[in-house]
């Protein structure tokens, strides 16, 4: 699977599972990945998006974390310098941080974080 399939099906599964967990629809991407015209690379870098912020925020404080980031990966991708530097960044600010490397893993890690009790997949 793709970095996108693996991340759009762990939406479709925050999608899911948010009525009985409402804490998952303030899950949302951060639209820095994917090639794209120079014209609105450049109007995204203007605009703020930064390279090497994680894909997903969760803006939720749980047992003392202020929010959740996540940097989505396919299960043999790896992460780049800037990457690992923005998430150690994160998680010297109060932020858990993470690589999880496909959807499965995304999905426990969020739903380790906010507490949802389910069979992990």
């Known amino acids: 699977m793709s970095e ?8 479709r599964m925050c999608d899911w599972n948010a009525r009985a967990h409402p804490d998952l629809s ?17 109007k995204l870098k203007a605009e703020g998006v930064r390279r090497g912020v994680p894909d997903l925020c969760l803006p939720v404080a749980r047992d003392g974390y202020h929010g959740l980031y996540v940097e989505m990966k396919t299960v043999t991708g790896r992460t780049r310098p800037d990457q690992r530097d923005w998430i150690e960044r994160l998680q010297g600010q109060g932020y858990r941080a993470v690589v999880c490397r496909g959807w499965a893993a995304a999905w426990n890690e969020i739903a380790n974080y906010l507490d949802i009790r389910q069979e992990k997949f």
Do not use: D, K
């Open 4 to 11: 996108h399939t693996e991340q759009t099906t762990l939406i």
């Open 26 to 42: 303030m899950l949302y991407a951060v639209p820095n990945g994917s090639e794209r015209h120079p014209a609105v690379a450049g």
